[in-house]
Protein backbone atom coordinates (compact mmCIF):
# COMPACT_ATOMS: atom_id res chain seq x y z
CA UNK A 1 0.00 0.00 0.00
CA UNK A 2 1.14 3.35 -1.16
CA UNK A 3 1.73 6.17 1.33
CA UNK A 4 -0.65 8.49 -0.04
CA UNK A 5 -3.09 5.91 -0.07
CA UNK A 6 -2.86 4.98 3.61
CA UNK A 7 -2.74 8.82 3.91
CA UNK A 8 -6.02 8.76 2.47
CA UNK A 9 -7.23 6.16 4.54
CA UNK A 10 -6.33 7.36 7.85
CA UNK A 11 -7.65 11.20 6.85
CA UNK A 12 -11.25 10.11 5.78
CA UNK A 13 -11.26 7.80 8.84
CA UNK A 14 -10.57 10.56 10.95
CA UNK A 15 -13.31 12.78 9.49
CA UNK A 16 -15.65 9.94 9.53
CA UNK A 17 -14.76 9.66 13.34
CA UNK A 18 -14.71 13.21 14.17
CA UNK A 19 -17.93 13.99 12.02
CA UNK A 20 -19.82 11.01 14.19
CA UNK A 21 -18.47 12.99 17.60
CA UNK A 22 -19.61 16.42 16.08
CA UNK A 23 -22.96 14.80 14.91
CA UNK A 24 -23.38 13.45 18.59
CA UNK A 25 -21.77 16.70 20.42
CA UNK A 26 -24.94 18.56 18.60
CA UNK A 27 -27.47 15.78 18.46
CA UNK A 28 -29.46 17.47 21.94
CA UNK A 29 -29.57 20.73 20.08
CA UNK A 30 -30.59 19.90 16.58
CA UNK A 31 -34.64 20.16 17.27
CA UNK A 32 -33.59 23.99 17.59
CA UNK A 33 -31.33 24.52 15.44
CA UNK A 34 -33.51 22.79 12.62
CA UNK A 35 -35.64 24.95 13.41
CA UNK A 36 -33.44 28.54 12.81
CA UNK A 37 -32.70 27.16 9.35
CA UNK A 38 -35.90 26.76 8.64
CA UNK A 39 -37.14 29.99 9.83
CA UNK A 40 -34.00 31.67 8.90
CA UNK A 41 -34.65 31.07 5.23
CA UNK A 42 -38.28 31.78 5.18
CA UNK A 43 -37.49 35.62 6.67
CA UNK A 44 -34.34 36.05 4.74
CA UNK A 45 -35.98 37.99 2.10
CA UNK A 46 -37.40 39.95 4.71
CA UNK A 47 -33.78 40.59 6.22
CA UNK A 48 -32.80 41.48 2.75
CA UNK A 49 -35.49 43.96 2.24
CA UNK A 50 -34.78 45.48 6.28
CA UNK A 51 -30.96 45.82 5.30
CA UNK A 52 -32.10 48.09 2.84
CA UNK A 53 -32.89 50.48 5.70
CA UNK A 54 -30.65 49.49 8.21
CA UNK A 55 -27.32 49.10 6.91
CA UNK A 56 -26.00 47.76 10.00
CA UNK A 57 -26.44 43.95 9.86
CA UNK A 58 -26.55 43.14 13.49
CA UNK A 59 -29.65 45.92 14.14
CA UNK A 60 -31.18 44.34 11.28
CA UNK A 61 -31.09 40.65 12.32
CA UNK A 62 -32.51 42.00 15.74
CA UNK A 63 -35.02 43.52 13.85
CA UNK A 64 -35.87 40.83 12.31
CA UNK A 65 -36.04 38.67 14.82
CA UNK A 66 -38.77 40.30 16.41
CA UNK A 67 -40.71 39.72 13.98
CA UNK A 68 -40.64 36.08 14.27
CA UNK A 69 -40.75 36.37 17.63
CA UNK A 70 -44.24 38.58 17.35
CA UNK A 71 -45.83 36.01 14.65
CA UNK A 72 -44.55 32.99 16.85
CA UNK A 73 -45.72 34.25 19.84
CA UNK A 74 -48.78 35.85 18.47
CA UNK A 75 -51.13 34.56 16.01
CA UNK A 76 -48.96 30.73 15.50
CA UNK A 77 -49.16 30.23 19.19
CA UNK A 78 -53.01 30.98 19.39
CA UNK A 79 -53.45 29.01 16.83
CA UNK A 80 -51.44 25.89 18.17
CA UNK A 81 -53.30 26.06 21.12
CA UNK A 82 -57.00 26.66 19.47
CA UNK A 83 -56.16 23.34 17.47
CA UNK A 84 -55.08 21.18 20.32
CA UNK A 85 -58.18 22.59 22.31
CA UNK A 86 -60.58 20.90 19.06
CA UNK A 87 -58.53 18.23 18.29
CA UNK A 88 -59.12 16.99 22.33
CA UNK A 89 -62.52 17.89 22.02
CA UNK A 90 -63.03 16.24 18.62
CA UNK A 91 -61.29 13.02 20.43
CA UNK A 92 -63.71 13.37 23.29
CA UNK A 93 -66.93 13.67 21.50
CA UNK A 94 -65.69 10.67 19.38
CA UNK A 95 -65.64 8.28 22.08
CA UNK A 96 -68.28 9.27 24.03
CA UNK A 97 -70.18 9.50 21.16
CA UNK A 98 -71.60 12.63 20.43
CA UNK A 99 -70.54 13.06 17.20
CA UNK A 100 -73.89 14.38 16.15
CA UNK A 101 -73.26 15.80 12.73
CA UNK A 102 -72.02 12.46 11.28
CA UNK A 103 -74.76 10.75 12.91
CA UNK A 104 -77.42 12.93 11.38
CA UNK A 105 -75.34 12.63 8.21
CA UNK A 106 -75.33 8.99 7.91
CA UNK A 107 -79.05 9.12 8.84
CA UNK A 108 -80.22 11.72 5.72
CA UNK A 109 -82.16 9.19 3.23
CA UNK A 110 -79.78 9.71 0.14
CA UNK A 111 -76.56 9.25 2.03
CA UNK A 112 -78.46 6.23 3.71
CA UNK A 113 -79.39 4.46 0.68
CA UNK A 114 -76.02 5.11 -0.62
CA UNK A 115 -74.31 3.87 2.50
CA UNK A 116 -76.23 1.12 2.36
CA UNK A 117 -75.43 -0.02 -1.43
CA UNK A 118 -71.44 0.07 -0.05
CA UNK A 119 -72.42 -1.98 2.91
CA UNK A 120 -73.85 -4.74 0.45
CA UNK A 121 -70.99 -5.05 -1.81
CA UNK A 122 -68.40 -4.90 0.83
CA UNK A 123 -70.36 -6.76 2.84
CA UNK A 124 -70.02 -5.05 5.91
CA UNK A 125 -72.57 -3.85 8.80
CA UNK A 126 -73.24 -0.29 9.43
CA UNK A 127 -71.48 -1.30 13.08
CA UNK A 128 -68.65 -1.92 11.73
CA UNK A 129 -68.78 0.80 9.61
CA UNK A 130 -68.99 3.05 12.11
CA UNK A 131 -67.13 1.25 14.87
CA UNK A 132 -63.76 0.96 12.23
CA UNK A 133 -64.48 5.09 11.33
CA UNK A 134 -64.63 5.49 14.91
CA UNK A 135 -61.08 4.55 15.74
CA UNK A 136 -59.50 5.40 12.95
CA UNK A 137 -60.67 9.12 13.41
CA UNK A 138 -59.85 8.87 16.97
CA UNK A 139 -56.12 7.44 16.44
CA UNK A 140 -55.84 10.35 14.21
CA UNK A 141 -57.08 13.02 16.11
CA UNK A 142 -54.52 11.08 19.06
CA UNK A 143 -51.72 11.28 17.04
CA UNK A 144 -52.37 14.73 15.70
CA UNK A 145 -52.57 16.15 19.56
CA UNK A 146 -49.18 14.29 20.57
CA UNK A 147 -47.66 16.15 17.76
CA UNK A 148 -49.03 19.59 18.12
CA UNK A 149 -48.06 19.60 21.94
CA UNK A 150 -44.95 17.40 21.90
CA UNK A 151 -42.31 19.41 23.62
CA UNK A 152 -44.70 21.58 25.98
CA UNK A 153 -44.37 19.03 28.71
CA UNK A 154 -40.84 19.60 29.51
CA UNK A 155 -41.20 23.37 30.16
CA UNK A 156 -37.57 23.84 31.31
CA UNK A 157 -36.42 22.34 27.92
CA UNK A 158 -39.05 23.88 25.84
CA UNK A 159 -37.63 27.31 27.03
CA UNK A 160 -33.98 26.33 26.20
CA UNK A 161 -34.45 25.20 22.97
CA UNK A 162 -37.05 28.55 22.18
CA UNK A 163 -33.44 30.20 23.58
CA UNK A 164 -31.29 28.15 21.42
CA UNK A 165 -33.40 29.01 18.68
CA UNK A 166 -33.31 32.24 18.88
CA UNK A 167 -30.10 32.63 19.08
CA UNK A 168 -29.14 30.54 16.66
CA UNK A 169 -31.69 32.66 14.07
CA UNK A 170 -30.01 36.14 14.97
CA UNK A 171 -26.39 34.55 13.42
CA UNK A 172 -27.71 32.97 10.93
CA UNK A 173 -29.33 35.98 9.02
CA UNK A 174 -26.52 38.00 10.14
CA UNK A 175 -23.86 35.34 8.98
CA UNK A 176 -25.74 33.06 6.90
CA UNK A 177 -24.16 33.82 2.93
CA UNK A 178 -20.88 33.84 4.77
CA UNK A 179 -21.66 30.99 6.38
CA UNK A 180 -23.02 29.20 2.99
CA UNK A 181 -19.81 30.59 1.11
CA UNK A 182 -17.17 28.35 3.42
CA UNK A 183 -19.49 25.26 2.95
CA UNK A 184 -19.24 26.14 -0.68
CA UNK A 185 -15.38 26.05 -0.59
CA UNK A 186 -15.65 22.16 1.38
CA UNK A 187 -17.93 20.94 -1.71
CA UNK A 188 -16.37 18.56 -4.26
CA UNK A 189 -17.71 21.02 -7.05
CA UNK A 190 -15.94 23.63 -9.45
CA UNK A 191 -16.94 27.49 -8.55
CA UNK A 192 -19.27 27.43 -11.67
CA UNK A 193 -21.32 23.90 -10.96
CA UNK A 194 -21.29 25.47 -7.20
CA UNK A 195 -22.83 28.45 -8.32
CA UNK A 196 -25.21 26.31 -10.16
CA UNK A 197 -25.76 23.89 -7.49
CA UNK A 198 -26.89 27.26 -5.09
CA UNK A 199 -29.16 28.47 -7.59
CA UNK A 200 -31.12 25.57 -8.20
CA UNK A 201 -31.59 24.68 -4.56
CA UNK A 202 -32.62 28.49 -4.51
CA UNK A 203 -35.07 27.58 -7.13
CA UNK A 204 -36.64 24.79 -5.38
CA UNK A 205 -36.18 25.81 -2.33
CA UNK A 206 -38.94 28.79 -3.19
CA UNK A 207 -40.65 26.47 -5.80
CA UNK A 208 -41.15 24.16 -2.54
CA UNK A 209 -41.96 26.35 0.45
CA UNK A 210 -42.79 29.48 -0.85
CA UNK A 211 -45.04 28.02 -4.09
CA UNK A 212 -45.81 25.11 -1.79
CA UNK A 213 -45.79 25.59 1.71
CA UNK A 214 -46.88 29.27 2.20
CA UNK A 215 -50.13 28.98 -0.66
CA UNK A 216 -50.86 25.85 1.54
CA UNK A 217 -50.98 27.82 4.90
CA UNK A 218 -52.73 31.34 2.87
CA UNK A 219 -55.57 28.62 1.49
CA UNK A 220 -55.95 26.89 5.26
CA UNK A 221 -56.24 30.32 6.53
CA UNK A 222 -58.76 31.01 4.15
CA UNK A 223 -60.92 28.05 4.95
CA UNK A 224 -60.71 28.43 8.61
CA UNK A 225 -62.00 31.57 8.95
CA UNK A 226 -65.15 30.70 6.07
CA UNK A 227 -65.33 27.68 8.27
CA UNK A 228 -65.43 29.61 11.12
CA UNK A 229 -67.68 32.46 9.96
CA UNK A 230 -70.48 29.81 8.69
CA UNK A 231 -71.02 28.15 11.75
CA UNK A 232 -68.94 24.53 11.01
CA UNK A 233 -67.10 22.91 13.91
CA UNK A 234 -63.45 22.77 14.52
CA UNK A 235 -62.65 25.75 11.80
CA UNK A 236 -58.57 25.13 12.62
CA UNK A 237 -58.82 21.30 12.42
CA UNK A 238 -60.54 22.03 9.05
CA UNK A 239 -57.89 24.68 7.94
CA UNK A 240 -55.07 22.63 8.88
CA UNK A 241 -57.11 19.84 6.97
CA UNK A 242 -57.10 22.16 4.11
CA UNK A 243 -53.49 23.32 4.23
CA UNK A 244 -52.22 19.44 3.94
CA UNK A 245 -54.75 18.43 0.97
CA UNK A 246 -53.39 21.38 -0.75
CA UNK A 247 -50.51 19.11 -1.27
CA UNK A 248 -52.81 16.30 -3.22
CA UNK A 249 -52.90 16.42 -7.03
CA UNK A 250 -56.10 16.85 -8.98
CA UNK A 251 -58.37 17.23 -6.48
CA UNK A 252 -56.83 19.18 -3.58
CA UNK A 253 -58.90 21.25 -1.15
CA UNK A 254 -61.50 20.51 -2.74
CA UNK A 255 -61.50 17.66 -0.98
CA UNK A 256 -62.33 19.09 2.28
CA UNK A 257 -64.50 22.06 0.99
CA UNK A 258 -66.80 20.00 -1.28
CA UNK A 259 -68.10 17.63 1.40
CA UNK A 260 -68.95 20.85 3.54
CA UNK A 261 -70.40 22.08 1.14
CA UNK A 262 -72.73 18.95 0.89
CA UNK A 263 -73.26 18.47 4.21
CA UNK A 264 -74.46 22.90 4.65
CA UNK A 265 -77.12 21.47 1.65
CA UNK A 266 -77.75 18.11 3.24
CA UNK A 267 -78.37 20.26 6.61
CA UNK A 268 -80.91 23.00 4.43
CA UNK A 269 -78.31 25.49 5.48
CA UNK A 270 -78.04 26.00 1.46
CA UNK A 271 -76.87 30.04 1.49
CA UNK A 272 -74.46 29.04 3.41
CA UNK A 273 -73.56 26.41 0.80
CA UNK A 274 -73.28 28.55 -2.09
CA UNK A 275 -71.38 31.15 -0.06
CA UNK A 276 -68.92 28.39 0.46
CA UNK A 277 -68.68 27.17 -3.02
CA UNK A 278 -68.06 31.13 -3.74
CA UNK A 279 -65.28 30.77 -1.15
CA UNK A 280 -63.81 27.40 -2.38
CA UNK A 281 -64.01 28.42 -5.67
CA UNK A 282 -62.95 32.64 -6.07
CA UNK A 283 -60.65 31.71 -3.15
CA UNK A 284 -59.30 29.12 -1.81
CA UNK A 285 -58.51 27.57 -5.37
CA UNK A 286 -57.89 31.07 -6.64
CA UNK A 287 -54.86 31.35 -4.18
CA UNK A 288 -53.38 27.86 -5.98
CA UNK A 289 -54.27 29.27 -9.48
CA UNK A 290 -52.62 32.90 -9.22
CA UNK A 291 -50.35 33.07 -6.34
CA UNK A 292 -48.40 29.81 -6.72
CA UNK A 293 -47.51 30.43 -10.43
CA UNK A 294 -46.41 33.63 -9.76
CA UNK A 295 -44.24 32.21 -6.97
CA UNK A 296 -42.46 29.22 -9.12
CA UNK A 297 -42.41 31.23 -12.46
CA UNK A 298 -38.91 30.65 -14.59
CA UNK A 299 -37.67 28.10 -11.65
CA UNK A 300 -37.47 24.44 -11.47
CA UNK A 301 -41.04 22.79 -9.71
CA UNK A 302 -41.16 19.65 -8.01
CA UNK A 303 -44.15 17.51 -8.54
CA UNK A 304 -47.22 18.21 -6.02
CA UNK A 305 -47.33 14.68 -5.17
CA UNK A 306 -43.73 14.55 -4.34
CA UNK A 307 -44.08 17.69 -2.36
CA UNK A 308 -46.88 15.87 -0.41
CA UNK A 309 -45.24 12.49 0.61
CA UNK A 310 -41.98 14.14 1.71
CA UNK A 311 -44.48 16.80 4.11
CA UNK A 312 -46.25 13.30 5.51
CA UNK A 313 -42.51 11.60 5.54
CA UNK A 314 -40.79 14.81 7.08
CA UNK A 315 -43.73 14.87 10.20
CA UNK A 316 -42.96 10.75 10.53
CA UNK A 317 -39.36 11.67 11.16
CA UNK A 318 -38.59 14.83 12.23
CA UNK A 319 -42.10 15.80 14.00
CA UNK A 320 -44.18 18.81 13.30
CA UNK A 321 -40.96 20.78 11.58
CA UNK A 322 -40.99 17.69 9.12
CA UNK A 323 -43.62 19.88 7.09
CA UNK A 324 -40.52 22.24 5.71
CA UNK A 325 -37.53 20.16 6.71
CA UNK A 326 -39.09 17.06 4.72
CA UNK A 327 -39.25 19.22 1.37
CA UNK A 328 -36.18 20.79 1.93
CA UNK A 329 -33.68 17.93 2.28
CA UNK A 330 -35.63 15.97 -0.86
CA UNK A 331 -34.91 19.50 -2.51
CA UNK A 332 -31.27 19.17 -1.65
CA UNK A 333 -31.13 15.68 -2.38
CA UNK A 334 -32.61 16.38 -5.95
CA UNK A 335 -30.09 19.52 -6.76
CA UNK A 336 -27.15 17.59 -6.12
CA UNK A 337 -28.12 14.40 -8.40
CA UNK A 338 -28.94 16.98 -11.56
CA UNK A 339 -25.51 18.65 -10.63
CA UNK A 340 -24.03 15.55 -10.75
CA UNK A 341 -25.99 14.46 -13.68
CA UNK A 342 -25.00 17.56 -15.74
CA UNK A 343 -21.45 16.52 -14.70
CA UNK A 344 -21.40 13.28 -16.00
CA UNK A 345 -22.73 14.49 -19.29
CA UNK A 346 -19.97 17.48 -19.58
CA UNK A 347 -16.99 14.69 -19.04
CA UNK A 348 -19.05 12.37 -21.99
CA UNK A 349 -19.06 15.48 -24.12
CA UNK A 350 -15.50 16.35 -23.20
CA UNK A 351 -14.78 12.72 -23.90
Known amino acids: MSNNRFYLIVMVSLVLL ?36 IKWKSLASFVTLCIILLILLGPFSYLSYLLSQELKSLVDSIEAGRLVPMKDLLQHPGINAIMNKILSI ?9 KTIVDNITRLGKESVNIVTSGLGNVALAVLDFILMILSIFFLLEDGPEFLEKIGNYMPFSKRQRDKLIKQIKDIIISTI ?8 VQGVIGGIAFSILGIPSPVVWGLSIFITSFIPIVGTFVIWGPAVGYLFLQGSVLKGIILILIGVFGISAVDN ?14 TLVI ?7 IKL ?4 GFIMGPLILALFVSVVEILRYTEEEKKMEI
Open 18 to 53: LGYLSYQILKPFLSPIAWAIVLSMVFYPLYVFILRF
Open 122 to 130: FNVTETELQ
Open 210 to 217: YGGVTVAI
Open 290 to 303: ILRPLIIRGRIKMP
Open 308 to 314: FFSILGG
Open 318 to 321: FGFI
